[in-house]
């Protein structure tokens, strides 16, 4: 199976705070960033604590 950077992915994140879910379709290579701004922000949030 190939999977190309401009492929679609539907991704869809919910949280118990949240009215309702955030769903979106995203490349494949915007996943990647999204990814990597939540490892960001896991940290920033674990050293703040």
């Given amino acids: 199976m ?3 950077p401009d492929d679609t ?3 869809e994140l ?3 705070e949240w009215p309702r ?3 979106r379709v995203l490349a ?3 996943l990647g ?3 990597l701004k939540f490892d ?3 940290d ?3 050293g703040a604590q």
């Fill in 2 to 4: 190939d999977i190309g």
């Fill in 9 to 11: 992915v539907v991704v």
């Fill in 14 to 16: 919910d949280c118990d």
């Fill in 21 to 23: 879910s955030y769903s």
């Fill in 28 to 30: 494949w290579r915007q």
């Fill in 33 to 35: 960033e999204l990814l």
């Fill in 40 to 42: 960001e922000l896991a």
């Fill in 44 to 46: 920033a949030t674990e």
